[in-house]
C-alpha cells in the first residue's frame, strides 16, 4: 500500500560496478532486516547504504530514492486523512502539544462560525474560553470522553468524543469530534415547559381525583421498603391505631396517608397536626377546639378541634414526643373512651377518627425518663411501622435520584438527562443522616446549579463531600476498606429500635435466604467500588492486585450492575 513505508529491498539497487571500481570508497553496511530507524541513522554518515547479509553484497540503497517514497507516503496519508476527517460529517478539531489548533473542518467551520484560515495555527483558548474547552482538558489530562454534553460557547450545546494523540508514550495532542445538538437542547427546553404545564395540570387534576395508587409517591424496591408496604396492606384492614417510628426524613407522613388511602373512602379526611410546632398553651385548644367565650381572645363563634375535623378520616400526630405530659393523659381517655371535651365545652362530643402517631424518639427511653406515658405507650402501639433510614436502602437512591430529578429538571427549566456515575458513587457513599428529605434537597440544589446540562460533583454540598472518607493510600500493596453496612426490618409491636441511636446499634437483620443474597451482593458491590477507588479506576491493576483475571473482574463488575 502506497500510503505506508515501502519495503527495504523494494528500494534495492543492483548496480556495483561503481564500488568495484573504487573500493576504497567509504559504504556503512547494513543487513536487509534492519529497520528503517536503524536507516535512517545511518544516513548521517552516507547517503548510500550496503545491504549485506552473509555471503556478497546484495546492492545499495540510496537516500533519495526513501526521501521520495517516504514523501509520497507521506502526502497519500494527509490525502486519506482530509477525506476522512471531511467525510465524518462532525466538526473535527485537532491540536497540537503547544494548544494551537492543528486542523479544523468544514464540518467546524459551520457549526463555530470560525473560517480554517483564521484559526488554523492559533492557540484555541484565543477563540474560545479555556475553561469551556474539553480538547484543552484532554490534551493535559489525557481524559478520553464520549458523547459527553459540554458548552463550548454560551449559546451552543454539543456532543463531543475526545482522545489524546500518543506518541511514544507521550501526548502530542488531541483530537475532539463535535455533533451541534443547540437545536434539539432548545426544543427540549420548550418540551420541559410544556411538559411542567402538563404536570401543573395533572397535579390540579389530582387534587381533585386523587391517586388510586396510594403507594405512588413512595419510591424505592428494596426489600426493607416492600416489606414496610407489605405491612400497611396489613394494617389496612382494619381500624387500629398505628405508631410509625422512623429517622427524620424518611418521610412518615407519606406513610400515614398511604395507610389512610388504603383504609378510608376517597371523601374521608387526613388531618395532620406536629405535635411539636405548637405551643403547649394552644395546643389543647388546636386538638379538642373550644366553644365560644372559652377564652379571651377565642373566636366568639368557637372553633372544631383536629379531632373533630378528622370525623370519619385520620388524625395523623406527628411528632407525638413533643407532645406536653398533661394533654397525653387526655389524648389517652380519647383513645380509651372515643369521647372528649372542647375547651370550655360542657356538652361531651365523640371522636370517630382513626389515629396514626409518629416520632423519631426512643419513646421507651423517654418512659424511663418520666418524659412519656407509659399507659399512653401501648395505646399508641398497637402496631408499629419502622421505617428504614436511607442509609440502610441505598438501593433505592437511584430511582429516588431519578424522580426528583425529572421533578427538578421541569420546575427550574433545565436540561438533564443523569447524572453522572462519578457523582452517583458520592451519593451512595453517603450516610444520609437527614435521609429522603436530604436527598431530594440535594437534587434540587444540582437542578439549579446546572445550567449547561453538565452536572459536575462540585455541585454536590460541602456537607456531602466533607464526609467522603480520604481516599487510601495505593502506596502498598493492601487497601484498607470500609466496613459493611447494616440492613433494618420491621418489628412487632414489642421490639421497637431505639430510631436514635448513632450507627446501626437497636435495628435488626431480616433472616432470609433473599435478605442474605442481596445484602451480600450490595457489600460486594461496595467492596469492588472501594477497590477501584484505591487504584484509581484501574482495572488491569486491581484485578492483579486481587488476583484474578481481568475477564474474571468484568463478569463480576457486570453481574452487580457495577
Known sequence: MKHLLPDLMSLLRTDLRKWDRDPSLPLPVIPSSANWAEVIACFNESPYLLIQDEGPPQGYIVAADVLQHMLQAHRLLEAYLETTLETAGSALTLIDEEAKVAYWTSGAEHVFSIRKEDIVGQPAADFFPPERLQSLKTLYTG????????????????????????????????????????????????????????????????????????????????????????????????????????????????????????????????????????????????LFGYEKGAFSGADPKGKKGKIELADGGTLFLDEIGEMPLELQVKLLRVLQEKSYFPVGGTRMKQANCRIIAATNQNLLGMIANNQFREDLYYRLNVINLVIPPLRMRKEDIYELTRTFLQEFSLLYNRHIESLPSEVFKMLFSYDWPGNVRELRNVIERIAILTTDGEVRPEYLPESLTASMDPKPSTTGGSMPLRSMPARSSLHSAGDVPDTNQAGNEGLLFEVSPLAYKKQMETYESDLLLQCLETVGGNKRMLAKRLGISRATLYNRMKRLGL
Open 143 to 286: 481524559e478520553t470522553v464520549y458523547r459527553k454534553q459540554h458548552q463550548p460557547r454560551s449559546d451552543l450545546f454539543a456532543l463531543i468524543n475526545a482522545r489524546p494523540v500518543v506518541l511514544d508514550g507521550c501526548i502530542v495532542g488531541a483530537v475532539a469530534a463535535e455533533v451541534d445538538i443547540t437545536t434539539e437542547i432548545r426544543l427540549h427546553q420548550e418540551l420541559l415547559h410544556m411538559s411542567s404545564k402538563v404536570q401543573h395540570l395533572e397535579k390540579t387534576v389530582a387534587r381533585l381525583r386523587p391517586d388510586s395508587d396510594p403507594f405512588a409517591g413512595i419510591k424505592g424496591s428494596s426489600p426493607g421498603l416492600k416489606q414496610c408496604l407489605e405491612t400497611i396492606r396489613k394494617i389496612s384492614t382494619t381500624s387500629a391505631t398505628v405508631l410509625i417510628l422512623g429517622e427524620s426524613g424518611t418521610g412518615k407522613e407519606l406513610f400515614a396517608k398511604a395507610i389512610h388511602e388504603l383504609r378510608e373512602p376517597q371523601t374521608a379526611p387526613f388531618i395532620a397536626i406536629n405535635c411539636g410546632a405548637i405551643p403547649a398553651s394552644l395546643f389543647e385548644s388546636e
